[in-house]
């Protein structure tokens, strides 16, 4: 094994432990904040963007340390494990961006001072989305790992 496909399985590693950890208590804490109110909501902007960009960047350089090792071991028709992590993959990129949307409507109303109540449709689309996507995760990493 040389150097360069080394660094990189360590970056995609990285990018992928980063990625999972990034927004993994993010619907939880929307939904708690939401159930005790006032001043708990206060701080939960400054809580979760930071948290939804980082997914969104670890997502980001996991595809991209995935392709440079395909690249890197000239890949042509990767195993079928691999093309269904990166088709998992691609789908939980889509999937943050649904949980983006449902977050903007919860911080819309916040920043306007309305009470969001923890039962808001766009909260349970919150844990609902990030429910599906930590399984999508799972099965990527299943298709990498397992030499189907």
Known sequence: MNALHSLLVFLHVVAVSVWMAAALWVSGDVSRALGL??????????????????????????????????????????????????????LRLGLLAAMRRAWRSIASRLERGEAVPATDPSAK??????????????LALAGMVFPV
């Open 37 to 90: 109110g006032r001043p708990y909501v206060d701080a939960l902007a400054a809580r979760v963007r930071p948290k939804l960009g980082l997914d969104a960047a670890a997502g980001g350089a996991t595809l991209a340390t995935g392709l440079l090792l395909m690249w890197e071991e000239g890949m042509t028709h990767p195993r079928i494990g691999i093309t269904v992590g990166f088709v998992l993959t691609l």
């Open 125 to 138: 689309r919150m844990a609902m989305l990030s429910g599906i996507a930590h399984a999508l995760w799972l």
